[in-house]
């Protein structure tokens, strides 16, 4: 299980389903000179078709995606920004499509990060 940690020593954990008790640090948020600053505030977390974690940045309004042990930056510009979700259906949320929610109260589609052949 993957949890991302917002505030104070941010970055991604990996929790073994089999221990819970032992969750372990898997990126740091602040020494990752690709994840822009240590004030983004990592908040959502879903994955993507490829079953990498993506992670959406409050104030950097950014989206980190989690390959290689590092988080790279694959889209900004989308401030106030608390959520990405896919879409699941034909009508309104197309499938394999990225949604962003923010504290705005807005959703929008993301141009970057559809899942292919949809």
Known sequence: ???????????LYRIPVGDPAHPRRWISADADADATDVL?????????????????????????????GRLCAMESGLPLFTQLTYGR??????????????????????PVGAEPGR
């Open 89 to 110: 259906g034909h009508r309104g949320f197309s499938a394999g499509r990225p949604y962003r929610a923010g504290v705005d109260g807005e959703v929008y589609e993301v």
């Open 1 to 11: 299980m993957y949890v991302v940690q917002t505030t104070v020593a941010s970055g």
């Open 40 to 68: 983004a505030l990592p908040d959502g977390l879903p994955l993507d078709g490829r079953g990498r974690p993506l992670v959406s940045t409050h104030t950097a309004g950014q989206i980190w995606r989690a390959e290689e």
